[in-house]
Every structure is written in C-alpha cells, then in structure tokens.
C-alpha cells in the first residue's frame, strides 16, 4: 500500500498543474491537431501569457464572436496590448509568435486610448506568427507611434484573411487601420494577402488606410475603403510600400506631401488600382504620390494639389501599362498620368481633363527621359507650357532615345505662353507623333508643339489653332531646331508672327513639311511649303510629302484612317493594343473558415454578380477530388463544405477553386485539419 503513495502524489500534482491551463482556454492543447480554444474576452486577455520564443509552435482557434466594448476591457485607457510596450532591450520576450485562426468570428469594440504610448493595437508586436480568418469591427484604437487595430508591428509573418473597421488615431508616425509597420523579408515565408480596412485613420506621418509602412514584395489581394488623413507620406491603402501586388483603395485622402490614393511613397507597385478623392500640397497622386516602378496599374477619381500632382503618380517615373480616368488640379506640374516623370513612360494613357498653372500636361507635367506608345485624351487648361499630352519635354542629355515618340493627344488645349496641342515646350526630339484638339492661347501657340527648341519629325495636327503672336497650325515658334517631314491641317488665326505650319522660325529650317492652304485659311508660314487639300489626300501630287520614309507612313488609299491624309503606321496599327491596357481587378473571392474539430469548414463566396456558379476541390498535384454546382441568388452567399466532399478529404493543403461557365474566376487554399 506504501508503495502507491508516490504515484497518487504525482498524479495529484499533475492534475494540478494542468488545471490553470484548461481553465485558460475553452478546450484544447495548443497543438496543430488540436488548438487551444478561444471562445470567450478573458480567454483572448490570456493569450498574453503565451508570448516569446518558447510559444512559436503553439496554436490557437476562435470558436465565438467576441466582445471587448464591454467593461473591463472599454474602461480607462482600454485592452492591454498582448505583449506590453516593446523595451529596448527585451524584444524577444514581447513578441506574439503562435498560430491564431480566427475561424471566420469576430472581436468587436477593441478600445484602446493612450495617446501618450507607442506600439497599440490588440498586440505589441507579431514576430513569425500566423494570424488568419479574424474580424475586427468598431475598433477605437488611440496611440502615439506604432498604432494599428489587430498590430503595432508585425515581422516575417502570415497575416491571411483578416478584416478591421472602426478608427484608429495616432498622434505621430507609423499609423494604419491594421497594423502600423509591417515587414516581410524576401528570403522568408511571410505574407499579407486577402485582408481589408474601412473606417478612418489619421497620424503625422507614414499614415495608411491598412498599414502605415510595408516592405519588400509580400503583400497581395488586399483593399482598403479607409478615410485617411495625415502630413507626410500618407496612402489610402499604405503610407509606405516597399512593393505590393493586385491591391486597391477606395477611400479618401488628404495630406501634405507624398500623398497617394493607393501609396503615399512607394517603389513596386503592380495590378493595383484606386478610385479614391486624394488631396494634397506636393507629391500627390491618384495611386502613387512618389514612386519608382508602377506596372499594370489604373487610377480614377479626383485628385488635387500644388506641385507635382498626377492622374496616377505626383512625381517619380518607370511608367508602364497603366492609365489613368482622373480630374486632376494643381498650380505647378500637373499631369493626367504623372505630374513629374523622371524616367520612362510606356503603353500609358490618360482620359481626365487636367486644369491648374504652369507645366500643364494631359499625361505628364514634366517629361524629363521618354514617352512611348502613350496618349491622352483628356481637356488641359493652364498658364504657361502646356500641352495636350506633356506640358515641357524637358532636356535630359543623360539619354540617347528620343524623348517622345509614337505617342499621340486628342483633347482640347487652352492657355497662355508655350501652349501646343501635344507639347507646350519641346527641348528634345519629337518622333512619330500626332494631335487633334483645338488649341487656344497667347503667345507661342501651336497645334502640335507652342515651343520647338529640337527636332520634330514625322508629326502631324490637325486641330485649329488661335493665339495672339507666333502662333503656327504645327508649331508656334521654331526656334535653333528643324521640322521635318510633318504637316498641319487645323486653321490658324493671329495677330502677329502667325502661319499655316509655323508661326515664327529663328535660326532654324523646315524641310518638306507642309499645310493645307485651304482648311488652315493661311497662305503664308514661316517655314513648310502649302497645298490644297486634293493635292495631300490620297493619291497625293508628286511635289507633296518629297522624300519621307513611308516605312513609318501609311497610305491612306480607301480614306478610313485619316480622311485621306497620311498616318502614321505605328500609332494606328498599335492602337487597339494601346486602348484597355488595364483591366479592373476582378470581384470575385472564394474563402474557407475552419470549424471545430471533426466539423466541415464554412465556405464563403462573393461574386461580381448572382447566377449558376460551381467549384472545385484539387490536391496538390492538381488533381481533381470533388466538384459541385450552386446557384447564387445574392452576390454572397456562404454554405457548409458537403459531408461527402468533407469525407474524402484527409489532413493536408488542398486549392478550392471558384467557376463560372468553365472559366476559374476565384481561388482559395483550404488546410485540412481533422
């Protein structure tokens, strides 16, 4: 009997020992297989005691909405963030690196109020942990720096599906609706993809309706519809972004400089999108404020400011297949795509009308590298250089390439010194261009260029032209430059220094370049030579278009191109390839959300519209395991995975994918724990 005393004890101790641990969670082990339970605030405020290097494996599943607009948690300064505040010296035993599935439930009414304290948010810091499935809504979250709703910071971990809505105010920097920094290092498994933000947040500087700053290319399917406010470096979907992917932004935002629809400063952005109102001082743009590589993007909206505001981008440059829908304002470099482009714009358009002061341009402000395969159709009214697609193409020797080529406008151009119906001010080389609007304005007004100071080449206009002095139905004034192989079409009207082509040619030539004398209503010009209208419409007259390469020019034989005139083969035949570059993101999102254990996960559907849907289970060699049919009534809809389907599922990641009429419109990936 003496000899059972010792394993009674142990046994007794061990219960005891147990105990507190159960009476933490609602069930569970905090294994994979078998996650702690999270059904309740007073569980949540003891995940607390699971932070640090010895809880990285430790895993956690909410199984009940909760509610932290309830006292204790909504009294006094609010929720504790999990962590406490991070000290110098001490990250590592503050940081939150286990597994929390939220289970598609959700934590409402976190509050939080301490303005005076850095690093606020449900926690301090999340450092390799994987956040998954959560909603947060109505949060009240208010801090100093470092302030997010679900995160102050995050580092190198997966944040999945998560959700937050309400405000979030930070008195300085590094202040998003989400988390307030974020970083993902390349060599890493960490990501933030399929979440989203609405509300409001305001801060100082690094301001985002999602996340204040965000680095390196990690970050994907995301949006936010926040309302955001700041001074510096502030974004409707991020403040910062080191490279993000397929995002967009709807809210609006208001700022000081580096201000951005999407990003308020970024370096990689590709496949996003925003409609938001962005107003600003400097750096203002409808998607980017200033950035470096922009890809496959669009913008629409409002945008207004003082200085180097654009369509899509305030200041920066490597434009390439985006366009822009936008309204822009501003007082000095203003563009319907890009206020100021430092380097290349490619396969761009723009169709907003762009109104404002000096270095007015329908696509870009200031052109300082080249444009290719670009246009704008958009209105653009000004003060001084201003241009239906770029207001000054500005002389940068640090390129061989000629600056603008291939490109053309068709909108309306208004204003008064250096106004041109393509460019206000040209300093470099013109190659393969046209425009069409009406171009209205002072001095040094012409229908393609106000001011030649380089070459023009193979251009036409054809829209009409009225100034005071020097005033030309191509270009306005030619000075210490040549054009050539180029004619004008529009009428001319003057006072002084006026002509069918040029207007006034100083220290410069016109070398078989030509006007129609009939339509332009001039017999005179200060270069070119003149002709009637039978004579430059197909089959032209022997003396008409001597010596041009009709490798770049087409003749127009059956007049359904140019009304007979010649055009030009490259813009027209690359037209339609240059027209929808930018197709919207699509509406449509399959998720999965986890039951308890031995249950079949929930599957939630959204769809660009109601209608016969199916979808598909595969394994991961691709190989299909299940498929059925559902009819939405509603453009979402949620339903309980089938038991047969959930039946010949075993544990392991399998891809669920969304159709319509055979075509793949949505895809998830579905982790199987049974």
């Known amino acids: 009997m003496k000899r059972r005393v010792p394993f009674w004890l142990a046994l007794i101790t061990l219960s005891m020992l147990l105990t507190p641990v159960f009476a933490q969670f609602a069930g569970g082990s905090g294994t994979q297989d078998d996650p702690w339970q999270v059904a309740t605030a007073e569980h949540l405020n003891n995940l607390r005691n699971y932070i640090g290097w010895d809880h990285h494996d430790k895993h956690f599943i909410q199984t009940a909405d909760i509610d932290l607009g309830v006292p204790p948690w909504n009294q006094g300064e609010g929720w504790e963030p999990i962590g406490s505040n991070i000290p110098d010296d001490n990250w590592t035993s503050n940081l939150f690196r286990a597994m929390y599935n939220g289970n598609g439930h959700v934590i409402s009414g976190l509050y939080i109020n301490r303005p005076n304290d850095n690093y606020q948010g449900l926690f301090v810091c999340l450092d390799g942990a994987d956040i998954q499935n959560l909603e947060l809504q109505d949060i009240n979250v208010t801090g100093n720096k470092w302030v997010g709703g679900l995160a102050a910071t995050i580092r190198n971990s997966v944040i999945r599906n998560c959700h937050v809505s309400g405000e979030v105010i930070g008195m300085e920097s590094l202040i998003g609706l989400m988390m307030g920094t974020g970083s993902f290092f390349t060599d890493a498994d960490g990501e933030l993809t ?19 700053t965000i680095r390196y290319v ?35 935002v208001t700022g000081y400089s580096n201000v951005g629809g999407l990003v308020g400063q970024g370096t990689q952005i590709y496949h996003c999108r925003s409609s938001a109102t962005v107003n600003g001082y400097s750096s203002v743009g409808g998607l980017v404020g200033s950035g470096e590589i922009i890809e496959h993007c669009q913008s629409s909206g409002y945008v207004q400011g003082y200085s180097c505001v654009g369509g899509l981008l305030g200041y920066g440059g490597k434009i390439r297949h985006c366009s822009s829908s936008t309204t822009v304002e501003g007082n000095d470099a203003v563009g319907g795509l890009a206020g100021v482009a430092f380097e290349y714009v490619d396969y761009s358009h723009s169709t907003g009308d762009v109104s404002g002061g000096d270095y007015m341009g329908g696509l870009v402000g200031i052109n300082h590298e080249y444009i290719r395969y670009c246009y704008s159709t958009g209105n653009v009214s000004g003060s001084q250089f201003v241009g239906g697609l770029v207001g000054i193409n500005f002389c940068n020797c640090s390129t061989s390439n000629p600056n603008i080529r291939y490109s053309h406008s068709t909108g309306d151009v208004s204003g008064n010194i250096c106004v041109g119906g393509l460019v206000g001010r040209n300093e470099k080389i013109m190659f393969n261009c046209y425009s069409s609007g009406e171009v209205v304005g002072v001095e040094k007004v012409g229908g ?51 002509g069918g082509l040029v207007g006034k040619t100083t220290n410069g030539s016109v070398i078989n370049s030509y006007w129609n004398l009939d339509s332009s209503g001039q017999n005179s010009s200060s270069g070119g030579e003149g ?47 240059n027209q929808d570059l930018v197709s919207p993101i699509p509406e449509n999102r399959i998720s999965v959300f986890p039951q308890p254990a ?58 669920l994918s969304l159709e319509r009429d055979k075509h793949r419109i949505a895809t998830s990936r579905m982790v199987v724990v049974k």
């Open 218 to 252: 990690r970050v994907s399917n995301c949006h936010s519809s926040a309302t955001v406010s700041g001074k510096f470096i502030i974004g409707g979907f991020a403040g910062y972004a080191d490279g993000i992917e397929n995002c967009h932004s709807t809210g609006d």
């Open 194 to 212: 399929d979440c989203s933000s609405s509300g409001t947040v305001s801060g100082g500087s690094c301001v985002g309706g999602l996340v204040g």
């Open 598 to 655: 031995f249950t079949a996960p929930r599957v939630s559907i959204k769809s660009e519209s109601p209608g016969k849907l199916s979808y598909t289970i595969y394994n991961v060699r691709g190989q299909k395991l299940y498929s059925a049919e559902i009819y939405s009534h509603e453009k979402e809809q949620s339903f309980e995975l089938p038991l047969e389907a959930w039946k010949q599922l075993s544990n392991g990641v399998y891809l």
């Open 531 to 577: 002709r009637f209208t039978h004579q430059m419409v197909f089959p032209h007259s022997d003396d008409t278009y001597v010596g041009w390469d009709w490798d770049y020019w087409g003749q127009d034989a059956d007049y359904s191109q140019n009304n007979g005139y010649p055009y030009l083969k490259e813009i027209w035949e690359g037209q339609v390839e």
């Open 448 to 498: 393609l260029v106000g001011e030649n100071l380089d070459l023009v080449q193979n251009c036409y206009s054809s829209g009409n032209v009225n100034g005071h002095e020097s005033v030309g139905g191509l270009v306005g004034n030619n000075e210490n430059s040549i054009v050539k192989d180029s004619y004008s079409l529009g009428s001319v009207t003057g006072v002084a220094d006026f």
